[in-house]
């Protein structure tokens, strides 16, 4: 495992020691989010407002407190993890957007990326949405209108971990087959192992290559670094007991 993973999963294992959070999702997208921040993203560590920087947006909002364990390894973030809301909230350092009500993040970032190609910037932005989050229409109307307007400054990565609050993906609203389906809406379409940064990291610099919109679907297991939650709809959200917490460290620590 990555060590900035690991270190970032280790931070959501205290959180969720110290209240209930949103584990299964949060850590099944930090190796996405790794991957993005360390050998994709264009930023300015030393000034996270830099305005030419590219645009994360996590349209997942609920696997946020991923998202702020990697900002604070990163050196992003340096607040108690724990006083930040469940859903990225506007104020918070490296946050781009407000989310949170599942399938309008791919619309905002089509928002985002169209207007940085009418204001002349060189701006590329990236969101990431769950795959369960896919049963929301609103996401195809943004898929139609970013193939419509040929925004190839966008990318997409799907947290393909097949599991969403209700259970199997598939059998509450099946997705696939999602790859042909994002075809269909006139989008470029990679996959990767979601848990392998290099991996990651190739699909993403071979899909900014095209033209048009790109999704990536990154294939994931819910609950990854922690046993007993990986795979295990009733870990989408929870607080760990000290026993719990005990295995979860070990675990991540055994990966060092």
């Known amino acids: 495992m990555d060590e900035l993973a690991r270190r970032a999963r280790l931070r959501v294992v205290e959180l969720a020691a110290r209240k209930a959070i949103h584990l299964g999702p949060a850590l099944s997208l930090i190796d996405v989010l790794a991957a993005l921040y360390t050998r994709i993203l264009r930023r300015d560590p030393a000034r996270p407002d830099w305005p030419d920087r590219d645009l994360l947006v996590l349209s997942k909002g609920h696997g ?3 998202l702020y364990a990697v900002l604070a390894e990163l050196g992003v973030l340096t607040t108690d993890l724990n006083e930040l809301p469940g859903h990225p909230s506007d104020g918070i350092p490296g946050i781009e957007a407000a989310t949170g009500a599942l399938g309008h993040g791919l619309s905002l970032a089509s928002g985002l990326a169209l207007g940085a190609r009418l204001a002349g910037k060189d701006r590329r932005v990236y969101v990431i949405t769950g795959d369960g989050e896919l049963d929301e229409g609103s996401n195809w109307e943004a898929a139609q209108f970013a193939a419509h307007h040929r925004l190839g400054n966008l990318v997409a990565v799907v947290d393909r971990n097949r599991l969403q609050q209700e259970g ?73 007991d000290a026993a719990q917490r005990r295995i979860a460290v070990a675990a991540l620590t055994a990966t060092a």
Do not use: N, Q
């Not at 290099?198 to 699909?203: F, V």
């Open 168 to 240: 199997d993906t598939e059998e509450v609203c099946a997705l696939e087959p999602l790859a042909d389906k994002w075809r269909a809406f006139g989008w470029r379409v990679g996959e990767s192992d979601g848990h392998d940064i290099t991996a990651i990291a190739d699909a993403v610099t071979a899909l900014e290559a095209g033209d048009g919109p790109a999704v990536l679907i990154a294939h994931t297991t819910k609950g990854r670094g922690v046993p007993f939650a990986e795979g295990d709809p009733a870990w989408h959200m929870g607080e760990l």
């Open 64 to 66: 946020a407190y991923g």
